[in-house]
């Protein structure tokens, strides 16, 4: 994995808080609910801020929230940030948003060969409630990762893998399999992206016990109750008041285990980009 130096990292860090800042502002003033997640919600506990060598903010919204956001930055922000996602991007291959700076340009390396126009950035992560009734529950988390991969694979037919060896070549082979046989049959990613939309937001319209965003890397590696989310703690977080889940500590736990033991530098990983361009002639 190739490294920042320095200086280059802090520069990243402080576009990102420059979003974030008027993210924060933007939901606060429309009474938009969001909360910081994963790595930013270590960073805030351990750090009160970024956790050292990350290079990322993740937070998250509940799908009427989001939905919300969407309109109000278009509306308020449109010259100053651009809203990447599958619904205004064709190629974007995510479902989730990123809300990114214009001028600037921040690629990383899954997606070199994507065109779309990446910028630096803020990762939002849509969340919609599933179902109580587990076999219900299981059929909405596959069914939404199902389609929402099969996007990937018509956007990128080769996507990067955790593995090496016949075992990378052999899933290489069968992904550019897919992706010319969604070509050919001119499947478009739009159509795969409501597919997935329709089978993860199936139960927005009740109030179930967990929420959860189901196109990671396993459906429900992102799922959480709704009381351990709301109502909402503010921690600080590099000086500003952010929106956090009320039990953090019980949700990181849950995933990362001792959280607040840094972890040994060969695991401390980022993002660091295939292109990198602060849009300021540096």
């Given at each position: 994995m190739r490294e920042y130096d320095e200086q280059t990292l802090h520069k990243v860090q402080q576009y990102e808080l420059e979003i974030l800042k008027d993210f924060i502002d933007l939901c606060n003033r429309h009474h938009i609910r969001y909360f910081g997640i994963a790595g930013t919600g270590i960073g805030a506990i351990r750090h009160k801020g970024f956790i050292p060598?990350?290079?990322?903010?993740d937070v998250a919204m509940l799908r009427e929230d989001y939905e919300k956001f969407q309109n109000v930055a278009i509306q308020e922000y449109g010259d100053k940030y651009k809203l990447l996602n599958a619904e205004t991007r064709e190629n974007y291959p995510l479902m989730t948003a990123q809300w990114a700076k214009i001028g600037t340009e921040f690629r990383t390396m899954p997606f070199k060969r994507v065109n779309c126009d990446f910028g630096i950035y803020l990762d939002i992560f849509p969340?919609?409630?599933?179902?109580?009734?587990?076999?219900?529950?299981?059929?909405?988390?596959?069914?939404?990762w199902f389609w929402s991969k099969l996007m990937i694979l018509r956007i990128l037919p080769f996507p990067e893998?955790?593995?090496?060896?016949?075992k990378r070549q052999l899933f290489h082979a069968v992904f550019w399999i897919v992706h010319w046989t969604l070509r050919v049959l001119h499947i478009s990613p739009s159509w795969l992206y409501q597919k997935a939309y329709k089978a993860t937001t199936r139960y927005n319209h009740l109030h179930t016990k967990r929420v959860a965003f189901l196109c990671e890397t396993s459906p429900f590696s992102n799922e959480f109750d709704y009381d351990d989310i709301f109502p909402l703690q503010t921690l600080n977080f590099e000086g500003l008041e952010m929106a956090f889940p009320r039990?953090?500590?019980k949700i990181l736990t849950k995933y990362y285990g001792n959280y607040m033991e840094?972890?040994?530098?060969?695991?401390?990983?980022?993002h660091y980009p295939y292109t990198l361009d602060f849009g300021d002639g540096k």
């Open positions: 060598w990350d290079d990322d903010i969340l919609d409630f599933v179902s109580d009734d587990e076999k219900a529950r299981l059929k909405q988390g596959r069914t939404a893998l955790a593995f090496t060896g016949i039990h953090l500590d840094l972890p040994p530098v060969d695991k401390r990983k980022n």
